[in-house]
């Protein structure tokens, strides 16, 4: 079993910041990409950044030069420093991480982020 938990979620001002992390524990061999994903109330669920073993990372065009995903291998975690924080912003955040030879990806159970006007 891989388990998965987000944590650093919060409420916070419009131009504030907060620091996402999700670690990965059980059986993790090999992690390939690990990423964030958030879904606002009625709406679907979004790719914000993603990065992968090498160090290669993606990022919605909504959150790029905002957010910075990050990853630490040793502790099987990653991180979404999310800086400018916009009422928009506002989701549950879902870290996803793939393992390498599992066909579906593993979810955390979320953490709100909540940013005020």
């Known amino acids: 079993q891989v388990q998965v938990v987000e944590s650093g979620g919060g409420l916070v001002q419009a131009g504030g910041s907060l620091r996402l992390s999700c670690a990965a524990s059980?059986?993790?061999?090999?992690?390939?990409?690990m990423s964030w994903y958030r879904q606002a109330p009625g709406e679907q669920r979004e790719l914000v950044a993603r990065i992968i073993s090498g160090g290669t990372t993606n990022y919605a065009d909504s959150v790029k030069g905002r957010f910075t995903i990050s990853r630490d291998n040793a502790k099987n975690t990653v991180y979404l420093q999310m800086n400018s924080l916009k009422p928009e912003d506002t989701a549950v955040y879902y870290c996803?991480?793939?393992?390498?030879?599992?066909?579906?990806?593993?979810w955390g159970p979320g953490t709100q982020v909540t940013v005020s006007s």
């Open positions: 059980g059986s993790v061999f090999s992690i390939n990409a």
């Open positions: 996803a991480v793939g393992i390498r030879g599992i066909w579906a990806p593993y």
